[in-house]
């Protein structure tokens, strides 16, 4: 007859504490969330999630919120055809997968588009998009137009591993202290857009959209409090900082200069490295 073996006491008391540690840390996050909130942390609030490894320890990621300069945005983010690129869409369109030169004067402080990647890097160029245009006066928060066809491309698909890092377009000038370099405007699941100022709106400065990109939960979660909560603060990012990871072998971008969606390809002013 086969002995039967009982679980090690030890073995169950360790479990014990780790679940009991478990509930604290994420006690003590909440907490600070609503202080986050609340206005009792001064300045900027920070959203660190709890992970717990039973084997190699991995660092947490930690998103910070910085105040916004201005009034919040006149409706609710989602139907609002300047941060969510999903509302105008986009239609695939025919174009040269490569840089291109265009005349006109340069920005040096332009985002640069390999800061994408953790290792900078000049990536295959796959798919091309003309993004539609939005109406404002069409019903009560506006809706789509015709594809955009000042540029040939606004919209470019370039090559990225699946699950690979993805952090901001790079750019020198801050926003804001420490480091910040860009403001989310919004985020969902598989997008996120960014803005190179600490104004709610997509009109003033650079604006960069991402899509089919995995925002990092807890970037969103940050962003979702913080937009319920009226928008005061927004998360920000700085140069090198992960938002994120690529959901497939083809990570879309759009890139804005004052509302303008710009041609993505143009290496003066988004590759100038290359």
Known sequence: MAREE?????YLLAMATICLLMISARQKANAQ?????????????????????????????????????????????????????????????TATLALININGPTDSDAPQLDGLFAEPRLPNFTETYQVHDWDWMCGENGC????????????????????????IPSRNPEIYSSGYKALVLYAE??????????????AFGYVAHL??????????????????????????????????????????????????????RSQKDWWMDY
Do not use: W
């Open 33 to 93: 969330s609503m202080d986050c909130l609340n206005g009792t942390l001064p300045n900027a609030c920070t959203y660190l999630p709890v992970m717990v490894s039973l084997g190699e320890e991995i660092p947490p990621a930690v998103y910070n919120a910085i105040p916004v300069d201005g009034p919040a945005i006149d409706r609710p983010p989602a139907e609002h055809g300047d941060l969510n690129l999903a509302l105008r869409g986009y239609q695939a369109v």
């Open 144 to 167: 789509r137009g015709e594809p955009l066809t000042q540029r040939q491309v606004t919209l470019l698909g370039i090559e990225a591993a699946p699950g690979e890092p993805i952090h």
């Open 211 to 264: 899509e089919d990109v995995e925002v990092d939960p807890s970037l969103l979660a940050l962003y979702q409090e913080l937009d319920a909560a009226g928008r005061d603060q927004l998360p920000a990012l700085r140069n090198g900082e992960r938002l994120g990871y690529a959901g497939s072998t083809t990570l879309k971008v759009a890139i804005r200069d004052t509302g303008t969606f710009m041609d993505p």
């Open 6 to 10: 009982k679980t090690p006491i030890i």
């Open 189 to 202: 699941a598989e997008r996120i857009t960014l803005v190179y100022t600490r104004q709610d709106t997509a």
